[in-house]
């Protein structure tokens, strides 16, 4: 469990969300509905620590990556990875919905679209608490304060979870990693 805080990501102007989210939320509205009176960070507990790490590495481990033009057929298809198979956004859709049923509130864990080190779209989930924003990734199992994941943070769901809010290109330091 991380010993000191990190920063809270920026939060910015409302947007329209991703449309893999659209597509999602209509599809799964049970998924996207965010009750406004749960809160919004959790307490960063060292038993909320490995509740987090445990489901990051099932997840990551659980699932064989595979783009949606291969899997679906076509672009950009936000879905839970029910046949093992998925691109970044279903590692965390499945992570988002082990930790609501282990107790999380949906509302502190944010789908959020980044660019990566390679410079490409990726698809993470923030999870808020006391102690600042985290990140996990299906890239690695390490959850990171998100200032150190290298990535540059476009958006994320807000406090509703159907609208989501700009970060405004918040760029995180690069970190070295040695994989997952």
């Known amino acids: 469990m991380p010993s000191r805080s990190s920063a809270v990501t920026p939060r910015s102007d409302a947007v329209t969300p991703v449309p893999g989210w659209t597509y999602f939320c209509r599809h799964r509205p049970e998924e996207c509905a965010v009750d406004p009176s749960e809160p919004s960070t959790i307490a960063l507990t060292p038993q909320a620590w490995r509740t987090l790490a445990r489901v990051n590495h099932q997840v990551n481990a659980m699932i064989r990556p595979m783009t949606d033009e291969e899997h679906w057929g076509g672009p950009d298809r936000w879905d839970f ?7 970044c956004e279903d590692y965390q859709l499945v992570k988002r919905q082990r930790l609501v049923s282990a107790g999380f509130p949906r ?6 679209a980044v660019i990566d080190e390679d410079g490409a779209p990726h698809a993470v989930m923030m999870v808020r608490t006391d102690r600042g924003d985290f990140i996990l990734d299906n890239k690695r199992n390490a959850i990171l ?10 958006q994320r769901e807000g406090d509703t979870g159907s ?5 405004g290109e918040a760029f995180a330091a690069p970190v070295a990693t040695a994989g997952r």
């Open 81 to 87: 990875a029910e046949d093992g198979y998925g691109d």
């Open 107 to 112: 509302r502190a864990l944010r789908m959020t």
């Open 145 to 154: 304060p998100w200032r150190k994941t290298g990535y540059i943070y476009l």
């Open 163 to 167: 609208t989501w809010v700009s970060l």
